[in-house]
């Protein structure tokens, strides 16, 4: 089965926590500090792989998780790098966030790539702030998380033609004998429900990836039939060509079925209505189609539009259509125009909030707060100072004095409460 949309979640690895530490030297009592830092979470990276063309690996597994980054260690040893984690994915692969449905990436060509989730910093060791003052640090520095995020990846089929028209008007015949795809093939409406690809590969012409989509009928654009799913497999392709019953065995016109497909284009988008259309008038080998042939003929040449006699059930003027398409594809520029804004997720804020508790301490709580609380040593008051210097510099002593707070009013972070001392 074709798979075009997938939802996975993607975590980067978190950076390593630096480490506490100090020397141990034969005759010197107490060595200076040598804590390590931690090393860098792997990123969760995405590149183009040529050679895939479904997304259907992601549908089996949902969960991709980059390495974390080693601790730092004792001995100003360093922690290794947690490896990047790079995902594979077929050229068209646009990956949107899943809560914002924003466009993180677009990944066409092979040189694409996009970093989707990066790795947290590694924390610092006890090493890294050691001063002329504090000669014995006791705390190091968490490493940071790792982002993390749910995303939709989405696959806009990279075909350079797509066979549009009614359903059962033998287009999966079509694509059957002229590549080595094997559609199924049925006389009843909505055999195809998921589209099908094949790579035309015939003596005389250049190569080329053809689509074969549902049916389309009248209000596909609004969903009707399984029209609107699949109209977007179109989008990016350079040629249609619109498949025409021309026996009228279904007791439709082959004019009316020319004019409804084109106007189901037009309302579902623009710029499908306006792709450069070769007409295949199929069926040519049921009795009667000789005449609707004629007629549709002298139509098309009204817009200038070619007509090629066919017969896919037994492979009649399939050569000379497909010769004639390549040609066209040579003078037909791929489609470069953008899907929009882009975005790239900004890394995670650490953020708090000041309350009053119903005691009257002031509470401050948040990521910020966490992640602070796990490097403070708080029986160490060289780590205490630290954590002052960094309450300070976020300003958040100035907006607890800005509350109203005293000398002894206490202040609570999660578990951890102090008096505070101007
Ligand atoms: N007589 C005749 N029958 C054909 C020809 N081409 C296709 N058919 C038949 O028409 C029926 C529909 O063919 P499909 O290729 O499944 O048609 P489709 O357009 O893919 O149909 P959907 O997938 O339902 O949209 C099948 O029974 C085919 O055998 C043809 O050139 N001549
Ligand atoms: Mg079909």
Redesign the pocket.
Known sequence: MFVDVAKIYVKAGDGGHGAVSFRREKYVPFGGPDGGDGGKGGDVIFVVDKGLRTLLDFRYKKKYIAMSGENGGTNNKFGKDGEDLVIKVPPGTVIKDAETNRIIADLKDESDVAVVARGGRGGRGNTKFATPTRQAPNFAEPGMPGEERWIVLELKLLADVGLV?F???????ILSMVTGAKPK????????LTPNLGVVDLPGVKSFVLA?I??IIEGAHEGAGLGIDFLRHIERTRVLIH?IDVSGIEGRDPIEDFYQINEELKLYNEKLSKKPQIVAA?????PGAEENFERLKAEMDKHGIKVFK?????NQGLKELMQYVGQVLENVPYDEEPLGEFYIPEDKKFTYIIKRADDGAFEITGSFVDRLLLSVNIYDSESLKYFHKVLERKGIIEELKQMGIKDGDIVRMNDFEFEFVE
């Not at 093939?185 to 195809?192: D, E, G, L, P, S």
């Not at 199929?282 to 049921?286: G, R, S, V």
């Not at 066919?310 to 037994?314: D, E, F, L, R, Y």
């Open positions: 028209g359903p059962n008007v033998g287009k999966s015949t093939i049925a006389n009843y409406h909505f055999t195809t074969d549902p049916g498949v199929n069926k040519m080998d049921i066919i017969s896919a059930a037994t």
